[in-house]
């Protein structure tokens, strides 16, 4: 008998938890779908002012080391999407002043650059760049994507674009700039990645960055990853390997100029790839030619340390970039001694650019490397 009063009490109990006490206001349908809709404006204007401010660094940080990359080209520093590569459905809640339709138009211009000097600006419906006539539609980014990447980039642009119903034409010389791309993804996730040829960093990590200084290491660190060769090094890269669907699909979203579609389905491929991809000696290695690209650029890296050492302490295990980016006493101490390095070179009017060994284990051909560092200026000759 008292078991069953024990029994019935519980159920008493749990009913009584089953049910809200409160009164609420009514909400309906049209309310919430209204606010669903207004958050999603919020977050995609998120996407678009972050990643506008992701190109502008790593533009700032691709121009500014452009005599110390191994791999330099013209940029013409603008970003293009239409409707569909950003997704039908999710088009409508971008910004406005974005214009997006079927037609191509320009998503970002990063400050300063000759394209934003020239008079462009966001919004312009693009037409044609030089000869070529951009098509419209659902596979216009593919089209343009393979048109480009064919031919050798100018460095003369012309684009002919449409703004409020009026054609107009505008020429600009390109800057020639480090050739790494920065593309922004729609993730949580803390993670930046470098993948040889761009650099892939989530909206995630741009949120866990205080400043811009810190947003500059991290690019930094990545272009290091590129231009210092270890991708190349590293053949057998499990992450570059296991994961040709996302590669690819990187690629698409960097010669369209358009912007990733990410979400929460990326998040195991960000843990893979965040656990697979450098050994600690390369982490190293980037983290010195990472410091330097930075300060190059302007940005203050007195905190460059500091940084790396929250990076890695403050994120759980679960987060990929303290699996790819591990934080050890030996590199908190040479990333400050790197400082140190760099402060005294600035002191003594010294060129900032990051002592090279001669035979760098991670180089597998050291001479075709430095022979192809020091004739940087016969390249840029060959090509013009
Ligand atoms: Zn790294």
Redo the contacts with the bound molecule.
């Keep these: 008998m008292k078991k069953i009063l024990g029994i019935v009490f519980l159920s008493l109990l749990t009913g009584c938890l089953e049910t809200p006490k409160g009164n609420l206001p009514s909400i309906s349908q049209g309310e919430i779908d209204m606010e669903a809709e207004r958050q999603k404006r919020i977050t995609y204007t998120k996407y678009i002012n972050q990643m506008s401010l992701v190109k502008e660094i790593g533009y700032k940080i691709n121009y500014s080391n452009a005599e110390i990359c191994n791999k330099v080209d013209y940029a013409s520093a603008i970003t293009y999407a239409n409707k569909y590569s950003l997704g039908e459905k999710k088009a409508k809640f971008f910004p406005t002043e974005l214009n997006l339709s079927s037609k191509i138009s320009i998503i970002n211009i990063v400050k300063n650059s000759p394209a934003e000097k020239s008079g462009l600006q966001l919004g312009d419906k693009i037409l044609q760049i030089g000869d070529y006539e951009f098509p419209e539609g659902k596979n216009a980014l593919k089209k343009i994507s393979k048109f480009f990447s064919k031919i050798e980039k100018q460095e003369l642009d012309k684009i002919k674009i449409e703004r409020n119903g009026q054609i107009r034409t505008f020429e600009f010389k390109k800057d020639k700039i480090c050739d790494y791309p920065i593309i922004l993804t729609q993730d949580n996730i803390v993670n930046a990645f470098a993948d040889g040829k761009k650099i892939i960093m989530t909206q995630g990590i741009v949120d866990y960055a205080k400043d811009n200084n810190e947003i500059a290491l991290i690019v930094g ?1 990545e272009i290091a ?1 590129n231009d210092r060769g270890h991708i190349d090094a590293k053949k057998k890269n499990t992450l570059v390997m296991g994961s040709v669907g996302f590669i690819l699909d990187m690629m698409t979203i960097y010669y369209s100029g358009g912007t990733s579609g990410g979400n929460a389905e990326n998040t195991e491929m960000w843990s893979k790839i965040g656990s697979e ?2 050994s600690v000696d390369f ?1 190293k290695d ?1 983290d010195y030619g990472g410091v330097y690209y930075a300060v190059r650029a302007g940005y203050d890296i007195s905190n460059a340390n500091a940084f790396w050492e929250r990076m890695g302490a403050a994120n759980p295990k679960s987060i990929a970039f303290n699996s ?2 591990p934080a050890t006493a030996e590199r908190y101490l040479q990333i400050r001694k790197t400082v140190d390095e760099i402060n005294k070179k600035n002191a003594q009017g010294l060129a900032l650019i990051p002592n090279e060994k001669n035979d760098l284990k991670i180089d597998e051909k050291p001479t075709e490397k430095k022979k192809k560092k020091f004739n940087i200026k016969n390249v840029f000759k060959k090509k013009t």
Excluded: M
């Design positions: 660190h990853h991809a450098f982490e980037a790819s980016h």
